[in-house]
T-cell receptor, first 110, second 116 residues
Framework: GIQVEQSPPDLILQEGANSTLRCNFSDSVNNLQWFHQNPWGQLINLFYIPSGTKQNGRLSATTVATERYSLLYISSSQTTDSGVYFCAVVPGGSNYKLTFGKGTLLTVNP | EAQVTQNPRYLITVTGKKLTVTCSQNMNHEYMSWYRQDPGLGLRQIYYSMNVEVTDKGDVPEGYKVSRKEKRNFPLILESPSPNQTSLYFC???????????????FGPGTRLTVL
């Protein structure tokens, strides 16, 4: 099956810093989503981005489908950005099952 | 507001006592799915449904049942829960789009289940 690798596995930032999270995937995909899992366990949709670039406030994402990677940018980080960030993909012709990476644990200190 | 809801959000139960976790979506989505999340194992698909009365197994279906009698609801049934089913459960839904898998999936808030 498709492999999804996220890096770095852990990241510690001071409030106000910027960061880039990376997601590499091993095959072509029809769907790529970024999620934030908050400390209460909820999965929050950040981006649906199988290709191209999107921005939402301090967050933006870019997927280069031909090179099989996606990047999530967090600018001016806040303590509320802490949590685990997951990349998840749906390969072509599948049952729509999302295959998740192992996530990046982000800790933003005040 | 477009959303996926799950109930209960938290549940502590005992081995063998049948339980149902409900999932409902108000977006008229054909596709619905259940995942469980465990430390070190990530999120794994349990069952999915492409439409009413159409369900199929995911990667870890043992010990679970589902039904899809209405488009908006997709309950997860544990007939005889065991401690290894202690987990965080998520329901998800999306539009059905043939084989393309396009369009985002929306997740419920999660149900934290503990089986003693």
């Amino acid at each position: 099956g498709i492999q999804v690798e996220q890096s770095p596995p852990d990241l510690i930032l001071q409030e106000g810093a910027n960061s880039t999270l990376r997601c590499n995937f091993s095959d072509s995909v029809n769907n790529l989503q970024w999620f934030h899992q908050n400390p209460w366990g909820q999965l929050i949709n950040l981006f649906y981005i199988p290709s191209g670039t999107k921005q939402n406030g301090r967050l933006s994402a870019t997927t280069v489908a031909t090179e099989r990677y996606s990047l999530l940018y967090i600018s001016s980080s806040q303590t509320t950005d802490s949590g685990v960030y997951f990349c998840a993909v749906v390969p072509g012709g599948s049952n729509y099952k999302l295959t998740f990476g192992k996530g990046t644990l982000l800790t933003v200190n005040p | 507001e477009a959303q996926v809801t799950q109930n209960p959000r938290y549940l502590i139960t005992v081995t063998g006592k049948k339980l149902t976790v409900t999932c409902s979506q108000n977006m008229n989505h054909e596709y619905m799915s259940w995942y469980r999340q465990d430390p070190g194992l990530g999120l794994r698909q349990i069952y999915y449904s492409m439409n009413v009365e159409v369900t199929d197994k995911g990667d870890v279906p043992e010990g679970y049942k589902v039904s899809r009698k209405e488009k908006r609801n997709f309950p997860l049934i544990l007939e005889s829960p065991s401690p290894n089913q202690t987990s965080l459960y998520f329901c998800a839904s999306k539009l059905r789009t043939g084989t393309s898998g396009r369009y985002e999936q929306f997740f419920g808030p999660g149900t934290r289940l503990t089986v003693l």
